[in-house]
């Protein structure tokens, strides 16, 4: 840029009345800050002796000249603000800002900030230039001792074309000196590809209203963009617009900030996968887009953690984000550049698959992720396996709508949940009856639970060698419309995949505590224990073992004649965690069982690392004491094992007479089945309690 000829700061020193030799330039230096887009005041000794047009109109003076004014009469707590500028600024050419109340010309008080600036401490001189309180400013480095250089904001003065003015913050932002910029042009700072058309437009605002306050653009002279709050309005002279006066703000951080706080609002804090709102408004521009294009189609997965929560349970919450941030990459990972994944909350997760054309392509997408998360997570040093159900749905002609297809898929995962998860379904018409069979199945078990419609029923556990009673297995039960008694197996699948389980837990622990008291009271002769099923996610609640203490403590009843059954999966699902888990309740004073030993071929090893009192073999090894070889091996080697550790064996599933001669003859401790009793109920249960005997003889 070339220097221009005339300087600002001749300008403003007549304008202050400095007494500067005057420069030929016509222009006159007053109308050059009437024509500022900011409040400026000279004052002298206490008194405002000068208020420039913009201060004028905002304090709705519009004619005659102006009176000299005392400043706390203009405006009103500057001496005690902030600033405090009649003891705190004693030297020339210092300045400090300051917040004040300024009476408007609508009779209404307004807040204003700015900057007051000495110019001459002893006479008291000073310069206050002000905003309308508020407004966002730049920090400034260093104040001048003219009135444009104490504006915090970056400042130009075009005359006829030309720079006639910068101040330092202009210099600042843009890289330009005041030499550099002299005589140069503003447009240079335009952005080159919209050069063109901002300078009409920007012209054309001026024209229609006067001033333009706009949010722009601008470039360094290093070459770097800026983004900036540009001020524009016309300098005036004899009512003649002979330039514009410029003010820019550095907006950058604002930007920055404005932009993450778009990306927060459309994205997953945790993840940083789109969110729900960006997923629905990318699914619902797929579907536009399938109009145009018919031969193309979209999709929708959705995924959900199958061991999320007993993760979180063991592992605590700081592991689960883990697993979560996890997921996220592999799911990027398994997919094209031009699918979408999204976390929509918890667990649960969303994938938008696009430009495929039948359910093959679908499920090829599928089966990719269903193998990213098939494989187990590194947390804190333990691998740990969260498995994944997928439900995908394909948009047909019968979606009118994106929340048809998310339904549509939701069903798909909801079956694939009910089918034991770590797998992935494609929905169907078919699959649609089933699930809302499972969830007015999950209707009906809410309902019976806040009902109470649940009973028990009790199997008779037997010691073999001596025919008597040990206790009973508590079976769940609920009762028919007509009054039967249901088993309860097909309802429990849903509680434990709901959660209610946990509910059913809690009700069934205070249930059989206070059946045993009362047996207890009834017939203090009959020796009873009582066995409760524990399901995997009542196992592995955090809650469980201070929910049986205050349960015993509540209810009264001996908790040496509980006993819990552990489901062998469950112990195999974690061993870790379940070693504290026994051991806290080991510590109420109850027995332990691990139950279906055998169904998933277990390491033997639990027998010995597991602080387990019983173990009960699963059916298809009682039916082993009937068999010959290998099978009748292993069930001898159990039986030997269990009385080296000291742990009684149950076999399960008794149904022969052969089967009972067999273990009895193996030297099996205990038994039970339908061979030996059928399953009783309360009053029947305490009768054979108190009789003690077994009612069947082998060999009969």
């Not at 993840?271 to 929708?300: K, Y």
Request: charged share 25%.
């Amino acid at each position: 840029m070339e220097q221009s000829r005339t300087g600002a700061a001749e300008i403003l020193s007549e304008a202050m009345g400095l007494n500067l030799p005057e420069n030929a330039d016509t222009i006159r230096q007053h109308e050059i800050l009437d024509a500022l887009p900011v409040l400026i005041f000279l004052e002298r000794a206490g008194k405002i002796m000068y208020a420039n047009a913009e201060a004028r109109l905002m304090l709705g003076i519009t004619e005659g000249d102006w009176v000299p004014r005392g400043v706390e009469d203009v405006l009103w707590g500057l001496f005690p603000g902030t600033a405090e500028p009649q003891t705190l600024l004693k030297s020339t050419g210092t300045g400090s800002p300051f917040h004040a109340t300024m009476p408007a010309k609508n009779g209404k008080l307004m807040p204003v900030e700015g900057t007051y600036c000495i110019l001459n401490a002893e006479l008291r001189e000073a310069v206050i230039v002000a905003h309308p309180g508020g407004r966002e400013r730049a920090p400034k480095s260093r104040l001048m001792e003219d009135v444009l250089a104490s504006i915090p904001e970056a400042v130009a003065i075009e005359h006829g074309g030309h720079i006639l003015y910068t101040n330092p913050e202009f210099t600042r932002m843009f890289g330009y000196s005041s030499e550099e910029a002299s005589g140069g042009s503003l447009s240079q700072l335009i952005v080159p590809e919209t050069r063109l058309n901002e300078l009409s437009m920007l012209e054309k605002a001026v024209n229609e209203r006067g001033r333009v306050l706009m949010e722009t653009l601008r470039a360094k002279k290093d070459g770097e963009f800026v983004d900036v709050s540009m001020h524009c309005a016309p300098l005036l002279v004899d009512k003649a617009r002979v330039g514009y006066v410029y003010t820019f703000r550095d907006i950058s951080d604002q930007m920055q900030t404005e932009v993450k706080l778009q990306h927060d609002a459309m994205h997953d804090v945790l993840t940083s996968l789109p969110n729900r709102a960006l997923f629905m408004d990318r699914l619902n521009q797929a579907f536009t887009r399938r109009v145009r294009r018919p031969d193309q189609s979209c999709g929708v997965l959705f995924l959900d953690l199958d061991r999320f929560k007993e993760i979180n349970d063991v592992f605590g919450h700081a592991a689960g984000d883990v697993v979560l941030v996890s997921t996220a990459e592999r799911l990027v990972s398994a997919l094209r550049p031009q699918d979408s994944a999204a976390r929509l909350g918890g667990d649960e997760f969303a994938v938008l698959v696009e430009g495929i054309t039948n359910v093959g392509d679908l499920e090829t997408v599928s089966k990719r992720v269903l193998a990213a998360m098939s494989k187990s997570f590194d947390v804190f040093g333990h691998q740990v396996n969260a498995g994944a159900s997928i439900g995908a749905a394909l948009a047909g002609p019968e979606h009118t709508s994106s929340d048809m297809l998310i339904r549509d898929a939701d069903f798909a995962m909801y079956r694939a949940k009910q089918a034991g998860g770590g797998r992935y379904e494609i929905f169907d018409k078919h699959l649609e009856i089933t699930i809302t069979n499972q969830q007015e199945r999950e209707r009906e078990l809410r309902y019976r639970l806040e009902k109470r419609l649940l009973e028990f029923r009790y199997q008779p556990i037997f010691r073999l060698q001596s025919r008597t009673v040990l206790g009973f297995e508590c079976l769940l039960r609920w009762r028919g419309p007509e009054g039967s008694v249901d088993r309860f197996d097909d309802l429990l699948a849903v509680a434990e995949e709901t959660g209610l389980s946990i509910t059913l837990g809690r009700e069934t622990m205070e249930a059989v505590c206070w059946q045993l008291k009362t047996w207890r009271n009834t017939a203090p002769q009959a020796d009873i224990l009582l066995s409760v099923n524990l399901t995997q996610r009542q196992f592995y609640n955090p809650d469980m073992p201070l929910q049986l203490q205050r349960t015993i403590a509540a209810s009264g009843a001996d908790p040496s004649r509980l006993l819990f059954e552990v489901p062998e999966y469950a112990a195999n699902e974690n061993p870790d965690a379940a070693v504290p888990i026994l051991q806290r309740m080991l510590d109420c004073g109850v027995h332990v069982a691990l139950d279906d030993f055998g169904s998933s071929l277990a390491p033997l090893n639990h027998l010995v690392r597991l602080p387990f009192d019983m173990v009960k073999l699963d059916a298809k090894m009682t039916v082993a004491a009937t068999a010959a070889g290998r099978q009748q091996a292993v069930l001898e080697s159990l039986l030997k094992l269990g009385r080296t550790l000291g742990v009684q064996v149950v076999a399960q599933g008794i149904e022969t007479n052969e089967q009972l001669r067999a273990l009895m003859r193996l030297g099996c401790d205990l038994g039970q089945g339908r061979l030996l009793s059928a399953n009783l109920d309360a009053v029947q249960a305490l009768q054979l309690a108190e009789t003690g005997q077994l009612p069947v003889t082998p060999g009969a």
